[in-house]
């Protein structure tokens, strides 16, 4: 829990800048109003740069986001791309929208994309694969990038939860093709709405830039209505209001990080003397963003009764185990081409991941220490075990 927790005078001065110079809302154009005032494209500049990424291009959702980069790999009707089973709905929305066939595989115990289950999925039909960092902690990105790597397929990353954590030094986003980040007023940091592609390669992002503008060139030899184009496209652009906000939010990123990780630290050290409560792995040199602290109980119903005791005592969970429904593609049966693609039988199409995520308890961690303290959140806790 993150960036909305910081939203104050940074933003709104960055806001104001927009309309004190000229109120040019449109993320391009009308030069002789804005005195040179580009919130979007100088967010895109200095996430590129911090991420170490060739580009970047600001979109209107994490959703959004996806689906640009998917237009950007041209993925063709029935093309495969193999999604973890654990994830936000939007990541297979994004391969329905483009054509493609999201083909979901079993989690490991960091509660990603199993490297195995992956290897596995593999076949003739497959496009891309999108790994996520759900909730903030890395996939087994070295195995994942190797398997994709020895099958000549390219990889994207979701790391809507992901932004401003890293593996081995290098930023969550940028070990595959592309990366795509979401901005909506649940994660890390927030444009209310918005998200982020970062791209590895310069071709992909001048194709994904056209196709989330209508296919527009951007010519610069001819005015922007007699625009060339090479492909078709959409409207994915993000406006200057949201570039703003981001802009301050892109600033306290490194806070809020290291926030929800404080958060977490004391939150487990409250916790971990408790008898059959296991953190959720990571891999080794990771950097989480912390945004939710998993552990997993012995069963399914002594992670319901945690659920139950921290409502009580004023606090909660986050989509584990309650919005599970959203996030596991166990539920998904509303999604024809999904169910369709493992045989209608989606319901119990992953055990190992319906065991492990059923056990499951995931806190949301504030930025800023808000919230249920420690000490609450093992009494909770404790009770609950108790009287499992
Ligand atoms: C893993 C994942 N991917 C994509 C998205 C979509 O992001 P947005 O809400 O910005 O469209 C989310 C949102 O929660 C998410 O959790």
Same mark, same amino acid.
């Given at each position: 829990?993150?960036?909305?927790?910081?939203?104050?005078?940074?933003?709104?001065?960055?806001?104001?800048?927009?309309?004190? #110079?000229?109120?040019?809302?449109? +993320?391009?154009?009308?030069?002789? &109003?804005? #005195?040179?005032?580009?919130?979007?494209?100088?967010?895109? +500049?200095?996430?590129?740069?911090?991420?170490?990424?060739?580009?970047?291009?600001?979109?209107? /959702?994490?959703?959004?986001?996806?689906?640009?980069?998917? $237009?950007?790999? #041209?993925?063709?009707?029935?093309?495969?791309?193999?999604?973890?089973?654990?994830?936000?709905?939007?990541?297979?929305?994004?391969?329905?929208? /483009?054509?493609?066939?999201? %083909?979901?595989?079993?989690?490991?115990?960091?509660?990603?994309?199993?490297?195995?289950?992956?290897?596995?999925?593999?076949?003739?039909?497959?496009?891309?694969?999108?790994? %996520? @960092?759900?909730?903030?902690?890395?996939?087994? =990105?070295?195995?994942?990038?190797?398997?994709?790597?020895?099958?000549?397929?390219?990889? &994207?990353? *979701?790391?809507?939860?992901?932004?401003?954590?890293?593996?081995?030094?290098?930023? =969550?986003?940028?070990?595959?093709?592309?990366?795509?980040?979401?901005?909506?007023?649940?994660?890390?940091?927030?444009?209310?709405?918005?998200?982020?592609?970062?791209?590895?390669?310069?071709?992909?992002?001048?194709? $994904?830039?056209?196709? @989330? *503008?209508?296919?527009? *060139?951007? #010519?610069?030899?001819?005015? +922007?209505?007699?625009?060339?184009?090479? /492909?078709?496209?959409?409207?994915?652009?993000?406006?200057?209001?949201?570039?703003?906000?981001?802009?301050?939010?892109?600033?306290?990123?490194?806070?809020?990080?290291?926030?929800?990780?404080?958060?977490?630290?004391?939150?487990?050290?409250?916790?971990?003397?408790?008898?059959? &409560?296991? &953190?959720?792995?990571?891999?080794?040199?990771?950097?989480?963003?912390?945004?939710?602290?998993?552990?997993?109980?012995?069963?399914?119903?002594?992670?319901?009764?945690?659920?139950?005791?921290?409502?009580?005592?004023?606090?909660?969970?986050?989509?584990?185990?309650?919005?599970?429904?959203?996030?596991?593609?166990?539920?998904?049966?509303?999604?024809?081409?999904? $169910?369709?693609?493992?045989?209608?039988?989606?319901? @119990?199409?992953?055990?190992?991941?319906?065991? +492990?995520?059923?056990?499951?308890?995931?806190?949301?961690? /504030?930025?800023?220490?808000?919230?249920?303290?420690? *000490?609450?959140?093992?009494?909770?806790?404790?009770?609950?075990?108790?009287?499992?």
């Amino acid at each position: 829990m993150p960036g909305f927790e910081v939203i104050g005078s940074e933003e709104f001065e960055q806001v104001a800048d927009v309309f004190r #110079n000229g109120g040019v809302l449109f +993320r391009q154009g009308f030069d002789s &109003l804005r #005195n040179g005032v580009f919130k979007v494209a100088e967010l895109e +500049r200095v996430f590129a740069e911090s991420m170490g990424a060739v580009d970047a291009l600001a979109v209107t /959702s994490g959703t959004a986001a996806l689906r640009v980069a998917l $237009a950007a790999l #041209n993925i063709e009707p029935g093309d495969e791309v193999v999604i973890p089973a654990f994830t936000f709905v939007a990541t297979a929305e994004a391969v329905i929208e /483009s054509g493609g066939v999201p %083909v979901c595989v079993e989690i490991d115990d960091t509660l990603n994309m199993d490297p195995m289950a992956l290897a596995s999925a593999i076949g003739p039909r497959t496009a891309a694969v999108i790994a %996520v @960092h759900m909730l903030g902690t890395p996939a087994r =990105l070295h195995e994942i990038v190797h398997i994709c790597g020895a099958a000549g397929i390219p990889l &994207l990353e *979701d790391a809507a939860w992901g932004c401003g954590g890293s593996l081995d030094g290098r930023m =969550l986003g940028t070990w595959g093709r592309m990366g795509t980040f979401s901005f909506d007023f649940a994660k890390t940091m927030t444009t209310g709405e918005g998200g982020m592609i970062v791209f590895a390669d310069g071709r992909d992002a001048e194709v $994904a830039r056209a196709w @989330h *503008d209508h296919g527009h *060139d951007s #010519n610069a030899a001819v005015p +922007r209505w007699e625009d060339t184009r090479s /492909s078709s496209g959409f409207n994915y652009r993000m406006m200057e209001l949201q570039g703003a906000v981001g802009l301050a939010q892109f600033a306290k990123l490194d806070d809020i990080v290291q926030g929800q990780r404080t958060s977490h630290e004391a939150t487990w050290q409250a916790l971990s003397g408790l008898e059959g &409560l296991t &953190l959720r792995s990571e891999p080794a040199g990771s950097h989480a963003t912390c945004d939710a602290l998993v552990f997993e109980t012995p069963d399914a119903q002594t992670a319901r009764k945690c659920r139950d005791s921290l409502l009580a005592a004023g606090g909660g969970t986050k989509i584990l185990p309650e919005a599970v429904t959203w996030h596991f593609a166990a539920h998904w049966d509303h999604m024809p081409t999904l $169910a369709a693609q493992h045989r209608g039988g989606l319901r @119990h199409a992953f055990p190992a991941s319906e065991a +492990r995520l059923a056990r499951c308890v995931a806190l949301p961690m /504030s930025a800023v220490g808000s919230g249920l303290s420690p *000490d609450a959140i093992r009494v909770a806790v404790e009770g609950a075990m108790r009287i499992s």
